[in-house]
């Protein structure tokens, strides 16, 4: 039986502020758990007006608290814009609070504009020694590194997820992790990180799927912001979905 889960982004609605959206995903993460779904994630993003969901260990510890069963993770804590240790610290205490119930999912994508950017301390280069952030992040859940130990973390067993978009696969196929790739060239990322990884394959298929009484309506907010961000640069609020309405 394929086990399904959910990643929310905390979408901010037009005539909403974004406290009402963060609020929004821990009932959200609520109804997921009592209709059986596996996982909840939330995930990363900086200065975006339209995504309220901009510190994802600490949504993810609201969720958990709010939830008793389903696994709870990150959909996914951006690397490069950390530190590996601070990282594993947080992700230490969320297990802690936790225990058996947290996922580390990882990426490597840098903040969306160079200002952003400049804010977090980091450049797009960062992204470039991705794998080398993983297994320092990996060393601080085991021996530690450089005679530093992340408490509580040290010796706690939090699975790690590599998010990838194509060539990201390969990441995870080098250090042995679980995959969880979406986009285009989903397919053809799987088939290389399965005839590359080093142990047990185990991938993971991300989509943007909506169900319901007109589901296709559902997707056009965010179809619409998601083109105006890519033409204007910002990711806006989501407008109403309606049956019948001009997008402009």
């Not at 963060?22 to 993003?45: I, N, P």
């Not at 389903?70 to 601070?86: A, D, E, F, Q, Y």
């Not at 060239?185 to 047990?200: F, I």
Request: proline fraction near 6%.
């Amino acid at each position: 039986m394929t086990k399904l889960s959910i990643l929310d982004r905390s979408l901010v609605r037009q005539g909403h502020d974004p406290a009402w959206a963060l609020r929004d995903t821990v009932t959200f993460a609520r109804q997921a758990e009592a209709l059986g779904y596996h996982r909840f994630w939330v995930s990363e993003h900086h200065a975006v007006p339209g995504v309220a969901g901009s510190a994802p260990t600490v949504l993810a510890s609201a969720v958990a608290a709010a939830t008793s069963r389903i696994r709870v993770g990150t959909g996914g804590v951006m690397l490069p814009n950390h530190r590996p240790l601070v990282v594993a610290e947080q992700f230490g205490v969320l297990d802690a609070l936790y225990p058996g119930r947290i996922d580390m999912g990882l990426g490597r994508s840098v903040g969306f504009t160079g200002g952003i950017r400049r804010a977090l301390g980091h450049d797009k280069q960062d992204a470039e020694n991705f794998a080398e952030q993983i297994e320092e992040l990996l060393d601080y859940f085991t021996r530690g590194r450089d005679g530093v130990h992340a408490m509580p973390a040290e010796g706690r067993k939090v699975p790690a997820f590599v998010l990838a978009i194509g060539s990201g696969a390969d990441v995870a196929a080098e250090l042995g992790l679980p995959l969880v790739i979406g986009g285009g060239r989903a397919e053809e990322g799987a088939r290389r990180y399965r005839e590359r990884v080093k142990g047990t394959p185990y991938v993971i298929v991300a989509a943007n799927i909506a169900v319901g009484e007109d589901a296709h309506l559902l997707q056009l907010p965010e179809a619409w912001a998601t083109a105006h961000s890519r033409t204007r640069g910002v990711f806006p609020p989501l407008r109403p979905r309606r049956r019948s309405c001009r997008w402009s």
